[in-house]
């Protein structure tokens, strides 16, 4: 008995690249800190950056930040999986281990706009998951900018006006997920991952296993 419940939980299978989108404001980062510290099987995609820090937020952590000769570098080298202009910087998915990573059934959460998303699943349609998060209300989303206090009055002005065009792109997603409440928010993104390792397809482990169930 023991045994071969240990076996199906060690079935092998593909990573998945989870990526998170929605409007500034609207929670992404706030779900991908919940999910990255519920589940030690995802690892978070760190960004390369031209925008400054904000408060609290550290080098190599939550983004790499660089200047912009570094980024023109990174382009230059074919650093990027894809990268984009987003509020006036630039923000890029650096290549890293993602590949190889995949196959060894690394799942990776990337907090990305929906050009990155149009980009990586251009790129890798087998492998992307796509959920784009909406917030309960216009007024809510301006409250959240605001109640951060992470950002200027005017900066805050620009990422709302984006936030429109933002949201006309939900219809390029596989899920659509309202945070209203942020912990029914985060079940249903935790929901949407585990039933997307599930797939048949990821379940690389299968065919031996059934072949051996098969005799
Ligand atoms: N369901 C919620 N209810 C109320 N406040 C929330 C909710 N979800 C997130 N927040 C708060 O809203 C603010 C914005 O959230 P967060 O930084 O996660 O948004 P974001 O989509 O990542 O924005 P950006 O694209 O600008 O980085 C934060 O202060 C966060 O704590
Ligand atoms: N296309 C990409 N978009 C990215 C990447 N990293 C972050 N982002 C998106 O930029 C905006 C603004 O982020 P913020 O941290 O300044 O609020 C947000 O929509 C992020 O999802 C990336 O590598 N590629």
């Given at each position: 008995m023991t045994e071969s419940v240990q076996h199906i939980d060690t079935l092998a299978r593909r990573g998945i690249m989870f990526i998170l989108s929605s409007p500034?404001?609207?929670g992404k980062t706030t779900i991908s800190r919940m999910l990255l510290a519920a589940d030690d099987q995802i690892k978070l995609s760190v960004s390369a950056t031209t925008r400054p820090p904000r408060p609290g937020e550290e080098d190599g952590v939550h983004y790499h930040f660089v200047d912009d000769a570094a980024f023109d570098r990174m382009i230059e080298e074919d650093d990027f999986y894809e990268w984009a202009h987003v509020f006036n910087y630039r923000y890029g998915t650096p290549k890293g281990h993602i590949r190889s990573g995949l196959k060894d059934g690394q799942d990776v959460l990337f907090d990305i706009d929906w050009q990155g998303t149009q980009q990586l699943f251009q790129k890798d349609q087998q492998d992307v998951v796509r959920v784009f998060i909406l917030p309960p209300s216009i007024a809510a989303l301006q409250r959240r900018l605001e109640n951060r206090a992470t950002d200027s009055g005017d900066v805050i002005e620009s990422r709302m006006d984006r936030a429109r065009s933002e949201i006309s792109?939900?219809?390029?997603?596989d899920y659509v997920v309202i945070n209203d409440d942020v912990d029914e928010c985060f079940a249903k993104v935790r929901d949407i991952l585990a039933a997307e390792r599930m797939k048949r397809q990821r379940q690389t482990g299968l065919i031996p296993f059934v072949r051996e169930l098969m005799g």
């Open positions: 500034s404001g609207a792109h939900w219809d390029a997603y």
